[in-house]
């Protein structure tokens, strides 16, 4: 009797935490596998939207991270830039959710949806981003934070118009992005994650 109580001390939590481990498996195969490719296709036809009204074919200069050092590199990208600045900064973060075509690490995770833009008088660009964004991050603050000056840089450094960013998710101010990174203040560029000088560059500010 004591022998078979045993046994099933050991075998009911081996079946309890097989089964939650086969859930979890059915789960990212066959739904985080689906969605991904969905995400990836929406991705794309937001660009092809995008081009199909732009006028003039431009050199623009996006960041993505370098975990190795810590740092942003640059990389080089023609774009299709649309008429208006808001769809400029749309088409600048659909670029940077593709990915490096030079083989950087992802400056945002991919199927990362920007829902809305809005970009002020004062230059301030309102982004508001689906929960991709920080669900499918790099933990970290290192990486919290190259993602945020990845896309506050390019940014800034491709649109004259945009002079700081306010980064929203799913509507609202989030506290941070993953845990580490503060989102509750207005982020202005510091191209010093890339190497270049630091003057007249700020931080984040409240």
């Given at each position: 009797?004591?022998?078979?109580l045993i046994l099933i001390a050991?075998?009911?939590?081996?079946?309890?935490?097989?089964?939650?481990?086969?859930?979890?498996?059915?789960?990212?195969?066959?739904?985080?596998?689906?969605?991904?490719?969905?995400?990836?296709?929406?991705?794309?036809?937001?660009?092809?939207?995008?081009?199909?009204?732009?006028?003039?074919?431009?050199?623009?200069?996006?960041?993505?991270?370098?975990?190795?050092?810590?740092?942003?590199?640059?990389?080089?990208?023609?774009?299709?830039?649309?008429?208006?600045?808001?769809?400029?900064?749309?088409?600048?973060?659909?670029?940077?959710?593709?990915?490096?075509?030079?083989?950087?690490?992802?400056?945002?995770?991919?199927?990362?949806?920007?829902?809305?833009?809005?970009?002020?008088?004062?230059?301030?660009?309102?982004?508001?981003?689906?929960?991709?964004?920080?669900?499918?991050?790099?933990?970290?603050?290192?990486?919290?934070?190259?993602?945020?000056?990845?896309?506050?840089?390019?940014?800034?450094?491709?649109?004259?118009?945009?002079?700081?960013?306010?980064?929203?998710?799913?509507?609202?101010?989030?506290?941070?992005?993953?845990?580490?990174?503060?989102?509750?203040?207005?982020?202005?560029?510091?191209?010093?994650?890339?190497?270049?000088?630091?003057?007249?560059?700020?931080?984040?500010?409240?």
């Amino acid at each position: 009797m004591k022998r078979n109580l045993i046994l099933i001390a050991i075998v009911v939590p081996i079946l309890v935490f097989g089964g939650m481990y086969l859930r979890d498996l059915v789960r990212r195969t066959f739904f985080e596998n689906r969605q991904r490719p969905e995400a990836e296709m929406q991705t794309q036809l937001q660009q092809q939207a995008l081009q199909s009204e732009a006028n003039t074919q431009v050199s623009v200069t996006l960041f993505f991270p370098d975990y190795g050092t810590g740092s942003l590199v640059e990389e080089g990208r023609e774009i299709a830039f649309a008429p208006n600045d808001a769809d400029r900064i749309r088409q600048v973060v659909l670029a940077l959710v593709s990915g490096s075509q030079q083989g950087h690490a992802s400056a945002l995770p991919a199927g990362t949806v920007l829902r809305a833009v809005f970009l002020t008088s004062d230059g301030t660009a309102y982004l508001d981003f689906s929960n991709d964004i920080s669900q499918n991050l790099p933990v970290g603050i290192e990486s919290e934070t190259l993602a945020v000056y990845s896309v506050v840089d390019s940014l800034a450094t491709d649109i004259p118009a945009v002079k700081r960013v306010k980064f929203l998710i799913q509507g609202q101010e989030a506290e941070t992005l993953n845990g580490h990174v503060d989102l509750t203040g207005i982020y202005t560029p510091n191209l010093t994650w890339a190497g270049r000088p630091a003057a007249g560059i700020a931080n984040n500010t409240n």
